[in-house]
C-alpha cells in the first residue's frame, strides 16, 4: 500500500492471540478493506516467562503466538486471492527497547517484550538475548 490510507484502524492486544480472539470480525473488515491500514501492537511477547527458553518444548513459546498472529494478518490481506507478497521486517529500539515490526500489504504488526513482575524484560531475566536488541 503505497496510497495515502482513507483510514487507520489500531488494535492494541495484551497478547498476539487476543485480537483474533476479542476484535473480530471488526479486524477481518478492516484488514480486507485495501483502503485502510490496520495496525496491531501486541503489548507483551507472550512468552509465559520463559524468555528465550523453551520450557520443555520444542520451540520457544513465544515464537508460536508470534508466528500464529502474523499468519493470521497474512491470511486475511491475501483474502482476495492475491499471491502471498513478502513482509517487510525490522527492529527500531525506542528509549532502550527494540520493537519488533512489521508490514505486510496494508498492515503494520508491533511487537513489544515482556515484562516481569519486577519491570525487567523476560528476556534479560534469563540472560537471554531476544535477537532485537534487548
Known sequence: MTDKPKRVAFYFSPHEDDWQLFMMPAAFRDVSDETARCVFVHLTAGDAGLGLGTGG??????????????????????????????????????????????????????????????????????????????
Open 57 to 134: 518444548r520444542k520451540h520457544p513459546y513465544y515464537l508460536a503466538r508470534e508466528n500464529g498472529a502474523e499468519a493470521a494478518i497474512r491470511f486475511m490481506a491475501d483474502g482476495d486471492g492475491r499471491h502471498p507478497a513478502e513482509s517487510w521486517i525490522d527492529a527500531p529500539v525506542f528509549a532502550g527497547h527494540a520493537i519488533r515490526r512489521v508490514a505486510y500489504r496494508n498492515t503494520k504488526t508491533a511487537a513489544c517484550t515482556d515484562g516481569s513482575s519486577w519491570g525487567q524484560s523476560s528476556y534479560s531475566m534469563h540472560g537471554s538475548s531476544n535477537g532485537w536488541g534487548n
